[in-house]
């Protein structure tokens, strides 16, 4: 479902913390799913309202993918934060940044 936000993030992190284990085991905290960098940040800017430049990275840009597996099968760790979520939180953060400021 999620994509991995910071709450998510942080919500793994304090499963691990919590966790009952009796070693070492290094997991990753990833998202279920690949994200397009590129249409994410033109999709939050168009939520928020602003403009975007587009950028020709090169060939040899950096391409990976994650897994939570590990976490999900010692932890019980899901992102819980779609998209969608991602960009309204971020939206509502700046326009109440936005507000602030005027104060």
């Given at each position: 479902?999620?994509?991995?936000?910071?709450?998510?993030?942080?919500?793994?992190?304090?499963?691990?913390?919590?966790?009952?284990?009796?070693?070492?085991?290094v997991?990753?905290?990833?998202?279920?799913?690949?994200?397009?960098?590129?249409a994410?940040?033109?999709?939050?800017?168009?939520?928020?309202?602003?403009?975007?430049?587009?950028?020709?990275?090169?060939?040899?840009?950096?391409?990976?993918?994650?897994?939570?597996?590990?976490?999900?099968?010692?932890?019980?760790?899901?992102?819980?934060?779609?998209?969608?979520?991602?960009?309204?939180?971020?939206?509502?953060?700046r326009?109440?940044?936005?507000?602030?400021?005027?104060?």
């Amino acid at each position: 479902m999620g994509i991995l936000g910071t709450p998510d993030l942080a919500h793994g992190v304090v499963l691990a913390l919590e966790a009952e284990t009796t070693g070492h085991e290094v997991i990753g905290l990833g998202p279920d799913e690949p994200l397009d960098l590129g249409a994410f940040a033109r999709d939050l800017a168009a939520a928020a309202g602003l403009g975007t430049v587009d950028v020709v990275l090169p060939v040899s840009a950096p391409s990976y993918t994650t897994s939570n597996a590990r976490a999900r099968e010692l932890l019980g760790f899901e992102p819980r934060l779609s998209r969608d979520d991602l960009i309204r939180l971020a939206v509502a953060a700046r326009a109440e940044r936005l507000a602030a400021a005027r104060r």
